[in-house]
Structures are given as structure tokens and as C-alpha cells.
Nanobody, 124 residues
């Protein structure tokens, strides 16, 4: 079983940047897909980005493409989400998730383990 702990959230002005981190413990880190999702108040949790076990494949929601970058360091058992050019609509709780499957997916239902979330607030 994997345990995930996010960090790096906070308050930032529109146009600014933040880097989220998600540290993993437990099951071998370099065997599973990792994803970032977010949930704004009153809305469903939505896909943001995902990265394959090797880091060779990445996927992004259209709303963040070109602004956000997902990466992973398997030696440090950590996945990152670099967020640039932040907008007010990026305000949400951001969750890290692990999918034990071998195919990268954007489907929330496919992810097996979730972190507790970290709040990102972008002021306009």
C-alpha cells in the first residue's frame, strides 16, 4: 500500500507560481502512475495532470496545458506539479493520487490511493 502526502500549497497572486510536491511511502514508487487532481468548492474533483511510472509520458487537462508541468523523481519518491501563470480559476484543493495500473489514465475512478490534499488559492 502507498501513502501520499502533499505539500506546497498556499496563497498566490494571479500570474504567480507555485510548486506542489507529493511524497510517497510504502509500495515501490517506480511501478505506478501518479496523477494530480483538484476540487474547487461546489464542484467535482477533476483531472489536472498524470505521469507514467518512468516519467516518459505525461498528460494534462486542456485548462492547464502550457502552464503546469508534472514531473517525478523516483529516487526521492516524489512527484511535483509546477504551476505557472496561475489564474483565479485554479483555486482548489489539489490532490495527489496513485494508480497501480500500467496504463496512464485521466479517469479519477482508476486511481487507487489518494493524499489528503493541499489548498491552492489564487487571488485576482
Amino acid at each position: 500500500q502507498v501513502q501520499l502526502v502533499e505539500s506546497g500549497g498556499g496563497l498566490v497572486q494571479a500570474g504567480g507560481s507555485l510548486r506542489l510536491s507529493c511524497a510517497a511511502a510504502g509500495r515501490t514508487f517506480n511501478t505506478y502512475t501518479l496523477g494530480w487532481f483538484r476540487q474547487a468548492p461546489g464542484k467535482e474533483r477533476e483531472f489536472v495532470a498524470a505521469i507514467s511510472w518512468s516519467g516518459g509520458s505525461t498528460y494534462y487537462a486542456d485548462s492547464v496545458k502550457g502552464r503546469f508541468t508534472i514531473s517525478r523523481d523516483n529516487a526521492k519518491k516524489t512527484v511535483y506539479l509546477q504551476m505557472n501563470s496561475l489564474k483565479a480559476e485554479d483555486t482548489a484543493v489539489y490532490y495527489c493520487a496513485a494508480d497501480y495500473g500500467t496504463t496512464v489514465t485521466t479517469s479519477r475512478a482508476r486511481y487507487d490511493v489518494w493524499g489528503q490534499g493541499t489548498q491552492v488559492t489564487v487571488s485576482s
